[in-house]
């Protein structure tokens, strides 16, 4: 007989829809396995801001550019059934990963899953209560761009890894081209978000650095 092997469809038959207790376990082991093949999947104090955010709005919509094996967008959907996800991802081996986890939890019916490159792909109308770029650290501008037209009024963008590891802060840290290259996109990102007029942004000391992004209602 063959056996179960991680995150195969085998699982359905000992997950219960309904039993969102057991599905909490199912979600440890996929973060376990993200950290045990060095897949970036978000820290916990980063997650907990997302949960805590999304929690301030009602029947929040979330938008993900960079989904990975899926971690964060089911988190998101397991704070409430009305919470409604959108999350895109290029990575063809991320993107098989990701839609094995969605369709063995009890939320797939909760996340809509966009394959492709987040420049370009259609991306369901908004508005987004939530909003949360982690994918190529060069592309961030061009990401919050694309998206910020999109995002709800008093909504939020989230950017992660701003720290990058402590290396925009410590440059000399490391002397790989394409390293410096990031950390100075990274550099340039903050101080784009930073003058943005119609938003206030802080960056906070939480995981590797969050950018936490505020439209501002003039109302």
């Not at 840290?173 to 996109?185: A, D, S, V, Y």
Request: charged residues 25%; glycine residues 6%; proline residues 4%.
């Amino acid at each position: 007989m063959a056996s179960c092997t991680l995150f195969s469809a085998c699982q359905n038959s000992r997950l219960m829809i309904g039993d969102k207790m057991e599905w909490m376990n199912e979600l440890d082991e996929i973060t376990a396995y993200g950290r045990e093949h060095q897949i970036p999947i978000l820290m916990d104090e980063s997650l907990s801001l997302i949960k805590k955010i999304l929690k301030e709005y009602e029947h929040p919509r979330f938008l993900e550019i960079g989904t990975a094996i899926g971690r964060t967008s089911l988190m998101a959907a397991s704070i409430d059934p009305s919470v409604r996800v959108v999350t895109i991802e290029r990575d063809e081996d991320m993107i098989r990963q990701a839609e094995e986890n969605f369709k063995n939890s009890p939320y797939a019916a909760q996340i809509t899953f966009l394959k492709g490159d987040a420049r370009e792909v259609e991306i369901p109308e908004g508005p987004y209560d939530v909003i949360f770029i982690d994918a190529a650290k060069s592309q961030y501008k061009r990401f919050f761009e694309r998206v910020s037209p999109m995002l709800a009024e008093n909504g939020v963008i989230i950017s992660d890894n701003m720290f990058f590891h402590g290396l925009v802060e410590h440059p000399e840290r490391t002397h790989n081209r394409h390293t410096k290259g990031l950390i100075r996109r990274l550099k340039q990102y903050t101080d784009y978000l930073t003058s943005l007029d119609g938003f206030e942004t802080s960056i906070l000391d939480i995981g590797d650095g969050v950018a936490l992004t505020r439209r501002i209602n003039h109302a």
